[in-house]
C-alpha cells in the first residue's frame, strides 16, 4: 500500500474511543506516517471543514451503542461524500467482547456504499461508561490490553491484511433493531434530562456537548431534542448535578474518568486470569488475543 497521509475521524463521548484514536495515530506517526485526529463532531459543528482527498488512509472510530454505532456518528457517515475506493480501517470500543459482529457491518455497509473500501475492523473492549462501574484492576487491563491490540492492528493496517469481524443472521437482526430503539432512545435520555440544585450555571455541559442540545434559559439549563446519548454532559459537571428523571439506571452513580485509573501507578491490571469465573468469564479469550 502506498501511503503518506492518515485521517483518523473519531467520535468518543467520554474518552474511550479518543483514548484507542490517540493509540492508532501515535503507531502510525511512530513509523513516520504524516496523521490527522479528526473528531467528527467538529466537523458536524463546523468548527473544521470535511476533506477526504487529503488521506490515502482512512480510520473511522465510535463506541459501540446498543450493538450499534451512536446516531451522531451515522449522521457523519451520511455527510461523507463518495470516494474512489478509498483503503479504510474502523475501530469501535464496546464494554463487553461479545460486541465483536454487529455494529460493524452497518458501518461498513454505510462506508462501501460511498466507496470507502473497509478492509480492517478493530474492536477494542474499554471499561462500560454505562450502569456497571468496572472494577479498577480491570479498567487498567483494559487499556493494557488496548495497547498491545492496537499495536496489532496497526501493523496489520499497514501490510494491508484483510480483517473483517464475522457476523450471523441473528446478530444483523438484533444490532437492525436495537439500532432504531437506541436512535429513538437517546432524544427520550436527552429529554429526561435534569440539573438538581447544585448546578451553578458554569456552562461546561453547555460547552462540552457533541450536539449543541444544551443551553440555558431564564436561569436554567435546558436540554433539547438532540441527544446522542453519550453520557458525556452526565460526567464531566464538576458539581455532579446531571441526571435524569426517568432513566438514571444508566448513570454509573461514582461517573466514570478513564484517566484517573490510567494515570495511577499504584493500580494493576489483574483482575481478569484464566481462572476468572462468572460474568467476566468471556473476558479472558479477548484479553489473550494480541
Ligand atoms: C447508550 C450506550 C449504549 C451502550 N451500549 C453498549 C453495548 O451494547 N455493548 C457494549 O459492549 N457496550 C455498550 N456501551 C458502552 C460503551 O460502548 C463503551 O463504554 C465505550 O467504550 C464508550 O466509549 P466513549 O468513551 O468513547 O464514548 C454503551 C454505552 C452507552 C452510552
Known sequence: MNIQNIGIFY????????????LF????????????????????????ALSIDDYDLLGFGHPVHAFSAPKIFFDFLDRLPNV??????????AGDPLCSGGSTSLVRKHLNKKG?????ENLIVMPANVMLKYDDSLIKQLYEVAVKKVKRGTKEILLGKVNLQKNSLWLKIGTYM????????????GKYLITTDSCNLCGKC????????ISVSNGKIIFGNKCTFCMRCVYICPEKAISNKYMNLF????????????????????????KTK????????YMSEY
Not at 116 to 120: A, I, N
Not at 178 to 189: D, I, L, T, V
Not at 251 to 274: L, M, R, S
Open 11 to 22: 467520535f468518543s463521548g467520554t474518552g474511550n474511543t479518543k483514548l484507542v484514536a490517540n
Open 25 to 48: 495515530a501515535d503507531k502510525f506517526k511512530r513509523k513516520e506516517f504524516s496523521t490527522k485526529l479528526i473528531p467528527i463532531e467538529d466537523i458536524l459543528n463546523k468548527k473544521l
Open 84 to 93: 474512489d475506493d478509498k483503503k479504510t480501517f474502523t475501530f469501535k470500543t
Open 116 to 120: 470507502y473500501k473497509v478492509f480492517h
Open 178 to 189: 436495537f439500532n432504531k430503539a437506541e436512535s429513538n432512545g437517546a432524544s427520550y435520555f
Open 206 to 213: 453547555i460547552k462540552e456537548c457533541p450536539t449543541r442540545n
Open 251 to 274: 448513570v454509573i452513580k461514582e461517573g466514570y474518568n478513564i484517566q484517573n485509573v490510567i494515570n495511577d501507578p499504584e493500580i494493576k491490571g489483574n483482575f481478569i486470569t484464566h
Open 278 to 285: 462468572g460474568f467476566f468469564k468471556h473476558f479472558y479469550k
